[in-house]
């Protein structure tokens, strides 16, 4: 079946504009995860959403992140004001979101570059 | 708070040559362990795990076996291919928890 799918793959963003990401999970999974892969800070996790739960934002780095997951599916995650050192490559995933240890399975990731 | 810790790269090896990746980690409780790989311009993909201690993860011929005594998870891989070169991470999910920590990427470069 379809994996994680996000979009866009590259995003080009001056600093100051805002940018919003998009993911879509594998069909049936409810629990949602973005991380964020730079080269200084490896891979972090920054959100978590799990059914109708309020979501763990614990990771995010500032107020200017935030994600909405609409409908238990589609997750937009929004960086406003982008600074040069929200350049990274954010990733999502989606796992069954069942009792006990849950596999995370990746999309292929947004890169992000802020100029 | 959690960890995990891998052997820093590039390792560079040829082409039949045994892999280790050295893994240790830090966590309370029983988590779970993984291995994801990253091949060239591609995502993240599962490659192997084990919830619990002495089980043994295996995939596409990489090996890992938990250690609760060593706080370990070591990849091998006996006889590796040039296909094999990719940035490899280990990763914990801690028992009832919902957040990988991903240790910083080795990666291995398999010549011919």
């Known amino acids: 079946g379809a994996g994680v799918s996000q979009s866009p793959s590259n995003k080009v963003t001056e600093k100051g504009k805002d940018v919003e990401l998009r993911c879509d999970p594998i069909?049936?999974?409810?629990?949602l995860y973005w991380y964020r892969q730079s080269l200084g800070q490896g891979l972090e996790f920054l959100i978590y959403?799990?059914?109708?739960?309020?979501?763990?934002k614990s990771g995010l780095p500032s107020d200017r992140f935030s994600a909405e997951r609409t409908g238990g599916s589609v997750s937009t995650l929004t960086i406003q004001r982008t600074q040069q050192e929200d350049s990274a490559v954010y990733l999502c995933?989606?796992?069954?979101?069942?009792?006990?240890?849950?596999?995370?399975?990746f999309g292929p990731g947004t890169r992000l570059t802020v100029l | 708070g959690n960890s995990v810790t891998q052997m820093e790269g590039p390792v560079t090896l040829s082409e039949e040559a045994f892999l280790t990746i050295n893994c240790t980690y830090t966590?309370?409780?029983?988590?779970?362990l993984f291995w994801y790989v990253q091949y060239p311009g591609e995502g993240l993909q599962l490659l192997l795990k084990?919830?619990?201690?002495?089980d043994k993860g295996s995939n596409k011929g990489f090996e890992a076996t938990y250690r609760k005594e060593t706080t370990s998870f070591h990849l091998e891989k006996g006889s590796v291919q040039v296909s094999d070169s990719a940035v490899y991470f280990c990763?914990?999910?801690?028992?009832?928890?919902?957040?990988?920590?991903f240790g910083g990427g080795t990666r291995v470069l398999v010549k011919p």
């Open positions: 995933a989606s796992s069954p979101g069942g009792r006990g240890p849950d596999t995370q399975y």
């Open positions: 069909s049936g999974h409810t629990a």
């Open positions: 959403f799990q059914g109708n739960s309020a979501p763990d």
């Open positions: 966590a309370t409780g029983y988590p779970s």
């Open positions: 084990a919830t619990k201690a002495d």
């Open positions: 990763a914990l999910l801690k028992a009832a928890g919902n957040k990988l920590t």
